[in-house]
């Protein structure tokens, strides 16, 4: 854990033993009373916190001084079609770790139906995914994640229009079928950037002619086959460039 992270609630009380936080403190960093941690709370500011004391019981008191803001999130927001559990909860830590500002997830023609099925946003897997890469990131804040049956529905409820103050973003759908472009010429853009990513079965030809309807770009990631996370991680990064790139 590069920063341990509090909710609100949690303030004022001890981390009990078997805490996976109250562990890495005591038994991978080893700090005592009286040491101080990298610290924050999940969605606030950031800053130190200080073990003021281990309990009898192995629970941990720590007090918490916070004036920092989180580092600034990407206005880069992913849409994710539905995979297997084991790899959406990859998709979540990592996309969280680069800094994305929202997930979408979104069931796609091509895309197994069983996936929809997964108990992993209802057991807080997903919650914990997203945690996690901001931890990775010494970051507090997390993307908002939303979920939508279909590509039609993602694409009319417009999303993006109603968290980037109206700034019209630059749309793209990575496609390797049918792509006018490249991810690698992509422009350096001034505007928040939506990316679409697909089942590995690709989009189909459905779906290729709605995103084309709505304004979207379809641009080549390259020539393989990638795994949907592989794509996740090549395609933010390479739009983080940009994005960095034009100051946002």
């Not at 941990?60 to 539905?82: C, N, W």
């Amino acid at each position: 854990m590069n920063i341990i992270l509090f909710e609100e609630h949690e303030l004022g009380r001890s981390l009990p033993r078997r805490d996976e936080r109250t562990i890495h403190l005591l038994k991978v960093l080893h700090k005592k009373p009286g040491d101080e941690f990298e610290a924050g709370i999940l969605g606030g500011k950031k800053g130190t916190g200080r073990i003021e004391k281990i309990n009898l019981d192995g629970s941990v008191f720590v007090t918490l001084y916070v004036s920092e803001p989180p580092p600034p999130r990407l206005k880069l927001r992913m849409a994710v079609s539905f995979v297997r559990p084991i790899q959406l909860r990859r998709i979540f830590r990592d996309l969280s770790s680069i800094g994305v500002s929202a997930i979408d997830l979104v069931a796609a023609d091509m895309g197994e139906k069983s996936y929809r099925d997964t108990k992993l946003l209802l057991s807080g897997g997903g919650q914990a995914a997203l945690v996690e890469g901001a931890v990775q990131a010494r970051d507090t804040r997390i993307p908002e994640l939303k979920i939508y049956d279909n590509i039609e529905s993602w694409l009319e409820a417009y999303p993006w229009e109603k968290t980037d103050n109206n700034r019209i973003p630059q749309l793209i759908a990575a496609d390797n079928v049918r792509a006018e472009g490249s991810f690698f010429n992509l422009s350096v853009t001034t505007r928040p950037i939506v990316i679409a990513i697909g089942p590995e079965r690709g989009w189909s030809d459905r779906e290729r002619d709605l995103f084309e309807k709505a304004g979207f770009l379809r641009l080549s990631i390259g020539e393989r086959s990638l795994r949907t996370e592989t794509a996740c991680t090549a395609a933010a990064a390479l739009a983080m460039e940009k994005i960095e790139e034009s100051g946002l």
